[in-house]
């Protein structure tokens, strides 16, 4: 019986599992030698002591504990776990029995076998299964997962959100494995998928799909052309020049595009649509193609723009404009700063064209810079012998940029002001609709140094009247829209009067925008107007022609009394 008893030991003590014996105060009454080794504590430390003195509170109470009940009140149990043994973590697959003496269960017989080398060759089964293993880029088989999951997500959402696909042929991999080695050959497709990805969005995806196609998906777009905006970047970026030795390779590039869900409202027509774009594309020899050839010309017609606008600065293309400001007896006042693009084949682009896209590019703040700089270097020159002020029009990028006020000051020195006060900034009322606080903190601190504000467009952004009240600006600009119809509309002219009257309890003065006929000025004088600006008085002019008229001295157009 002895023998048996040290047979017993040995094989205990000799098994890589981990075996020990709880009892019902949960203290070890057996532990096993590969226990105690792994463990990282000396015996004395373990056998028995409680379970929690060992693992302490929190892993006990949590995660041991629930399972040492269940197996105490006569169940087996088992489960996997992870486990911090020492430095390292493990995942161990963990067996429960009942032990029983004279019939009465006394202890739990606790099996441990360490299953991590087991996850990592299963991990990396799975990662063999949804990454392509030269490139580590997601495969075909995970673009089919990944794209029923967003489009379903898409579905399902309250946003209109757009998504796309952009299918990336390499047409010339081929040629290059021939002439250069597979080895070359995988190793620039590798490094094309790292250029496209750092292009990217997080919220992004790239696959490699088969042989030299690679597939990007797009996610939460909001533009029907801003495929083609990424697309034309990674054309761009896929074909710059690698050198390997002597030589410089190049890579070729054709990409079709689709947009989800007007070119398809199932992953594999979606897929379809991207394929087929793709197949135009390269037939076509077109860098990139969108599946709609309307939005696919739009995509072009807009991405050519912006090229011509990055251009514009160093060709003079943009020129500044003033449009007067009268009171009601006709007398120029100020003026209103306003920027035209005068473009050498399109003719004149108005500013509702050509001011978006430089707010999604990023050349408004450039385009701003230049227009408070050169106009306050005007309005020095004016100063000397006409006293009238003039506006500038602020975007809401500009007027969220934390230098605005240095850029002003700075440009106030150049010009050789001494002081803003023949300066205005116009916000739009939309614009402090967003973050209604911060933008009238922003007012206030602009204001304090000295800068008038109006507010521009008053009307269309449905204010609140709650912090209209608080609003630093001097004075409300009234949009053109509230104008067009107070001849012939008695609603129209009702809703004129409410506005004139909030603006005089307001204490603020207010300009009628877009005043185009007599009869429109007729009314405006009427109801209490007393200030203007539109085409009825004068068109946006140039500085010259601005100076001409300002030096004549003559009272614009106006009604006079009588």
């Given at each position: 019986?002895?023998?048996?008893?040290?047979?017993?030991?040995?094989?205990?003590?000799?098994?890589?599992?981990?075996?020990?014996?709880?009892?019902?105060?949960?203290?070890?009454?057996?532990?096993?030698?590969?226990?105690?080794?792994?463990?990282?504590?000396?015996?004395?430390?373990?056998?028995?002591?409680?379970?929690?003195?060992?693992?302490?509170?929190?892993?006990?109470?949590?995660?041991?504990?629930?399972?040492?009940?269940?197996?105490?009140?006569?169940?087996?149990?088992?489960?996997?776990?992870?486990?911090?043994?020492?430095?390292?973590?493990?995942?161990?697959?963990?067996?429960?029995?009942?032990?029983?003496?004279?019939?009465?269960?006394?202890?739990?017989?606790?099996?441990?076998?360490?299953?991590?080398?087991?996850?990592?060759?299963?991990?990396?089964?799975?990662?063999?299964?949804?990454?392509?293993?030269?490139?580590?880029?997601?495969?075909?088989?995970?673009?089919?997962?990944?794209?029923?999951?967003?489009?379903?997500?898409?579905?399902?959402?309250?946003?209109?959100?757009?998504?796309?696909l952009l299918f990336i042929s390499i047409t010339n991999l081929q040629e290059i494995n021939l002439s250069h080695g597979h080895a070359l050959g995988n190793m620039l497709l590798e490094n094309t998928g790292i250029r496209i990805r750092e292009l990217l969005r997080n919220s992004d995806y790239i696959f490699r799909y088969e042989g030299n196609e690679l597939v990007v998906l797009l996610t939460c777009l909001n533009q029907e052309y801003g495929p083609a905006v990424v697309a034309r970047k990674i054309h761009d970026i896929v074909t710059i020049p690698y050198r390997?030795?002597?030589?410089?390779?190049?890579?070729?590039?054709?990409?079709?595009?689709?947009?989800?869900?007007?070119?398809?409202?199932?992953?594999?027509?979606?897929?379809?649509?991207?394929?087929?774009?793709?197949?135009?594309?390269?037939?076509?020899?077109?860098?990139?193609?969108?599946?709609?050839?309307?939005?696919?010309?739009?995509?072009?017609?807009?991405?050519?723009?912006?090229?011509?606008?990055?251009?514009?600065?160093?060709?003079?293309?943009?020129?500044?404009?003033?449009?007067?400001?009268?009171?009601?007896n006709g007398k120029i006042e100020g003026c209103e700063t306003l920027i035209r693009w005068d473009h050498p084949q399109k003719g004149r682009i108005p500013p509702s064209e050509f001011i978006p896209l430089a707010e999604r590019n990023g050349l408004i703040v450039s385009i701003g810079k230049w227009v408070i700089f050169k106009t306050l270097r005007s309005l020095k020159s004016w100063s000397e012998e006409y006293?009238?002020?003039?506006?500038?029009?602020?975007?809401?990028?500009?007027?969220?940029?934390?230098?605005?006020?240095?850029?002003?000051?700075?440009?106030?020195?150049?010009?050789?002001?001494?002081?803003?006060?023949?300066?205005?900034?116009?916000?739009?009322?939309?614009?402090?609709?967003l973050h209604p606080d911060l933008i009238i903190e922003k007012m206030k601190s602009l204001s304090e140094a000295g800068f008038e504000i109006f507010l521009d467009d008053f009307g269309t952004g449905y204010s609140s009247l709650s912090y209209l009240k608080d609003l630093p600006a001097s004075t409300l600009k009234l949009d053109k829209s509230f104008i067009d119809e107070i001849v012939h509309s008695q609603e129209s002219r009702n809703f004129l009067k409410l506005i004139i009257h909030l603006a005089e309890n307001l204490n603020k003065e207010l300009i009628a925008e877009g005043v185009e006929t007599e009869e429109q000025l007729a009314v405006l004088k009427k109801e209490g107007c007393h200030k203007f600006q539109g085409y009825y008085f004068s068109p946006p002019l140039t500085e010259q022609e601005l100076l001409t008229l300002l030096k004549a001295g003559r009272a614009l157009p106006v009604i006079r009394e009588g």
């Open positions: 019986m002895v023998e048996l008893e040290k047979r017993f030991e040995y094989i205990v003590n000799t098994s890589s599992d981990f075996i020990t014996l709880v009892n019902r105060e949960y203290r070890y009454d057996v532990v096993n030698e590969s226990y105690i080794r792994n463990i990282e504590k000396p015996r004395e430390e373990i056998l028995g002591h409680r379970v929690e003195e060992v693992w302490g509170k929190d892993v006990f109470f949590k995660t041991i504990k629930p399972h040492l009940d269940r197996c105490l009140a006569g169940e087996e149990v088992h489960y996997v776990d992870r486990f911090e043994f020492g430095p390292s973590w493990r995942y161990m697959h963990i067996s429960y029995y009942p032990y029983q003496e004279n019939g009465e269960i006394t202890h739990a017989l606790v099996f441990s076998h360490d299953i991590t080398r087991l996850g990592e060759i299963e991990a990396k089964l799975i990662n063999y299964e949804f990454r392509d293993p030269m490139t580590g880029l997601f495969n075909g088989r995970s673009l089919d997962i990944i794209l029923e999951m967003e489009l379903e997500k898409a579905n399902r959402s309250q946003k209109e959100e757009l998504l796309s390997s030795g002597s030589h410089d390779i190049c890579l070729t590039c054709h990409i079709g595009i689709s947009l989800f869900p007007k070119d398809g409202d199932s992953p594999q027509n979606f897929i379809n649509s991207a394929a087929e774009a793709l197949r135009r594309s390269m037939s076509e020899n077109r860098p990139y193609l969108m599946y709609d050839r309307k939005i696919h010309n739009q995509a072009v017609s807009r991405l050519k723009m912006e090229s011509d606008m990055v251009r514009a600065f160093e060709k003079g293309e943009f020129q500044l404009n003033y449009q007067p400001i009268v009171d009601i006293s009238i002020y003039t506006s500038l029009n602020l975007t809401s990028r500009e007027f969220e940029d934390n230098h605005l006020l240095s850029i002003l000051q700075a440009a106030l020195k150049q010009a050789e002001l001494e002081n803003p006060d023949r300066i205005r900034l116009e916000c739009t009322e939309s614009m402090e609709m």
